[in-house]
């Protein structure tokens, strides 16, 4: 399985874009990579998926760098709900698309 | 539309005993998948199922069974549970294509 590396904690002020970086260097061609967030203990939420391209939805915009080796997650209005862990995620498509999480980053919103 | 239903949502469980985690989802989805995630840590997948009838270990399998009998349902199984096995429980569905992965609330399990 693809792994991810991400920064173990960012900040971020209030209002102003949330950059988080990812590298997931040995990712295949077939496979996604997905963002999710988890506040407290609550179950993981889905951001944002993309495989080659550049992708964008109402919470985020995913950039995916040519060769596939890094992106990042941009979240372009940083609140102060946007605390949480967000884990980087290479989706393998086989053995049932499982998700293997990593460590992820602790962002932190501040006023 | 309820999503991943998970029961309960809080245990306590004595040493040596068993009990089963139940999770159910109304999607149709024919992926699902249990998760632990210990104090701190990310989380861990412990078994998957593509299907009814199909199961599979994931990364931290040792101390638990599943079963997949319908589409629906993915029960859970602790048969003599032990300190280690603490943790917060996920379960997670998505379809074949990956879209709608889905996280329950998750099951908070202690062991005395």
């Known amino acids: 399985d693809a792994k991810t590396t991400q920064p173990p904690s960012m900040d971020c002020a209030e209002g102003r874009a949330a950059n988080l970086p990812c590298n997931h260097s040995?990712?295949?061609?077939?496979?996604?990579v997905y963002w999710y967030r988890q506040i407290h203990s609550q179950g993981p939420q889905y951001i944002i998926h993309?495989?080659?391209n550049n992708e964008t939805n109402e919470m985020a915009s995913l950039i995916i760098t040519e060769d596939r080796k890094s992106s990042t997650l941009i979240l372009p209005h940083a609140t102060l709900r946007d605390t949480a862990v967000y884990y980087c995620i290479v989706r393998v498509t086989n053995q049932g698309g499982k998700l293997i999480f990593g460590q992820g980053t602790e962002l932190s919103v501040k006023p | 539309n309820a999503g991943v239903t998970q029961t309960p949502k809080f245990r306590i469980l004595k040493i040596g005993q068993s009990m089963t985690l139940q999770c159910t989802q109304d999607?149709?989805?024919?992926?699902m998948y249990w998760y632990r995630q210990d104090p701190g840590m990310g989380l861990k997948l412990i078994y998957y199922?593509?299907?009814?009838?199909?199961?599979d270990k994931g990364e931290v399998p040792n101390g638990y069974n599943v079963s997949r009998s319908t589409t629906e349902d993915f029960p859970l199984r602790l048969e003599l549970a032990a300190p280690s096995q603490t943790s917060v429980y996920f379960c997670a569905s998505s379809d074949t294509q990956g879209r709608g992965y889905t996280f329950g609330s998750g099951t908070r399990l202690t062991v005395v």
């Open positions: 999607m149709n989805h024919n992926y």
């Open positions: 040995t990712i295949s061609g077939n496979e996604y």
């Open positions: 993309g495989l080659k």
């Open positions: 199922s593509v299907g009814a009838g199909i199961t």
